[in-house]
């Protein structure tokens, strides 16, 4: 255990390397145009005279939660999806590797370097939203919006995770693509691949099932639905399958990522 | 979401365009040009927009759940019963048991003022995606004025409605019960005689259902009025000729027996002041 081993040193040098791509966001200024695109869009909604009627908030919940969403996948594919072939083009991989650094620890600090940079995004879209949602109702944090945004970082966790994994072996406008795809359909229509399998020809049933079973379901992470209408919060033990579910998923994606990049010739 | 996904963009930017051409010189007013632009943009897509729109709005209704009920809810007082659903759905495997917690499911209404409101943004937006959906102008109608008793408000969608499809009688008669629920019999009457113009130069008068109840209750309403100005005759023959259009006979079979009875028994009175 000399000063670059044992897990403090293994800890240090990915958190190096994760830094590093935090920073990187924050120069490319991603966060700023979602940011300002998406108060240009709620802003005017929310002015608007809906007959003189005053304090209304479930569709301007609906709006800027699902901008948020859609901002947040597109965040944190694009920036996990670029990190690795990024290093790889601009040729700065190969100093990094000198350096007494596994690859185990170059993937897994580019995995925190994307999920916090993104995750930080999150968080301050999640302010955004708990303050407008705070001024039009005087609702600021509840249950269900905190459970919301737990979920939310655990979505993003498996996103960055399988955005990672799939730049090792994609070209990358093939990841983006694939991940998006991935991400998108899962949310629309993970819940109800059970009821398509059951409408569907064999072959597609069979490949549906398939689907079912083994990818990732980005849905369990989704709660837009209780928080825009004031359902109640989920069971604890719910939320506990959520981020077990999350947990294993993420694990199997960055393990996959490091089989991957162990193997790949640089 | 997936409508959601593809609605927020166009609302966005109908509203967007709907803003402007509300600011440009010679568009201002909301008339034809507007439309036009509109029109010019979007084609049919708006229309499909807006019935979805009008569908969001029973959406919401539903608390964000569609529980399968087919019925016409956003536009009627009934209610049917909240507990026959059960809210976590049928837990199979893992899946299931997951989604069916993390995903709310059964059947819940939204009651009281303070979360009815929240159907409007919905109507508001299916009127400015497609200023002809019909429907759009008379759920909201309905819901302003017997939802959040805002009849002023209702008067001025219809208004508007009236001003972009002149020929539709629906909102004459919709403005007319408006009146009537304020107590303005003279305006009501201009809106009934306006309706019943309109619906007695329909080719399809007679020949389609909705159109032949539409035109029954117009007549219905007229038959009242001319009752509550003392004309029982009028209102006599209003009811004889709506009972064939409508379909709920029972109410209006008893009216036009208790106008034909007060006409028998003021012939009668007549016949013996002569006598």
């Not at chain 2, 010679?26 to 019935?51: M, P, T, V, W, Y």
């Not at chain 2, 909201?140 to 219809?158: D, I, N, Q, V």
């Not at chain 2, 005689?193 to 219905?220: H, Q």
Request: charged share 20%; proline share 3%; glycine share 8%.
């Amino acid at each position: 255990m000399g000063g670059n081993g044992g897990m403090n040193g293994e800890m240090r040098r990915i958190w190096a390397i994760g830094r590093v791509s935090m920073l990187e966001l924050f120069r490319r200024k991603d966060m700023y145009v979602a940011v300002i695109l998406g108060v240009v869009i709620v802003v005017p909604l929310a002015s608007v005279n809906l007959f003189g009627i005053e304090g209304i908030v479930r569709y301007l919940r609906e709006i800027s939660l699902l901008l948020i969403w859609l901002f947040s996948i597109v965040i944190g594919i694009s920036t996990a999806a670029r990190q690795i072939p990024a290093e790889l083009e601009r040729r700065t991989i190969y100093p990094l590797l000198a350096k007494p650094v596994a690859r185990r620890e170059v993937v897994l600090g580019k995995f925190v370097g994307a999920f916090l940079a993104s995750g930080t995004c999150l968080l301050f879209f999640y302010l955004l939203f708990v303050l407008l949602s705070g001024m039009k109702q005087g609702a600021w944090m509840t249950v269900c919006m905190f459970q919301a945004v737990l979920l939310h970082f655990l979505f993003l966790a498996l996103l960055t995770a399988m955005a990672l994994c799939g730049s090792i072996v994609l070209t990358h406008s093939a990841n983006l693509a694939l991940s998006s795809l991935v991400a998108v359909c899962m949310l629309l229509f993970g819940q109800r691949l059970p009821d398509l399998a059951d409408r569907a020809t064999l072959a597609a049933s069979i490949l549906l099932r398939a689907i079912h079973w083994l990818a990732p379901h980005f849905e369990f992470f989704d709660l837009r639905l209780r928080v825009i209408h004031g359902w109640d919060p989920v069971p604890a033990q719910a939320v506990a399958a959520a981020t077990a579910y999350a947990a294993v998923y993420t694990a199997l994606f960055l393990v996959l990522a490091f089989n991957l990049f162990r193997r790949k010739q640089l | 979401m997936k409508s959601a996904i593809l609605a927020i963009p166009l609302l966005a930017t109908t509203v967007g365009i709907g803003q402007f051409a509300h600011h440009v010189p010679g568009l201002n007013g909301g008339g034809c040009e507007q439309d036009d632009l509109l029109g010019q943009l979007f084609g049919s897509g708006r229309k499909a927009l807006s019935h979805r729109f009008v569908d969001r709005a029973d959406l919401y209704f539903h608390g964000g759940v569609h529980d399968g009920h087919q019925h016409e809810e956003l536009f009627c007082d009934e209610e049917h019963d909240d507990d026959d659903a059960p809210l976590d759905g049928g837990a199979k495997s893992f899946w299931a048991w997951l989604n069916g917690h993390i995903h709310p499911s059964g059947n819940a209404h939204l009651k009281g003022e303070r979360y009815e409101k929240e159907v409007i943004p919905w109507i508001w937006a299916a009127i400015a995606a497609d200023p002809h959906n019909v429907d759009a102008y008379l759920v909201g109608s309905y819901w302003l004025t017997r939802r959040m008793h805002k009849p002023e408000e209702a008067l001025k969608l219809l208004a508007r409605g009236v001003e972009n499809n002149s020929d539709v009688c629906e909102l004459d008669m919709a403005r007319a019960e408006v009146c009537l629920s304020l107590k303005d019999d003279g305006a009501a009457l201009d809106s009934l005689r306006d309706a019943e113009a309109k619906w007695r130069a329909r080719p399809d008068a007679m020949d389609d259902p909705r159109s032949r109840e539409v035109g029954g209750r117009v007549l219905v309403y007229l038959g009242i009025l001319a009752e509550r100005a003392g004309d029982t005759a009028q209102a006599a023959a209003r009811y004889r000729e709506a009972l064939p259009l409508i379909r709920v006979k029972e109410r209006v079979k008893r009216r036009l027996a208790h106008t034909e009875n007060a006409l028998r028994t003021r012939t009668s009175d007549g016949l013996s002041e002569q006598g």
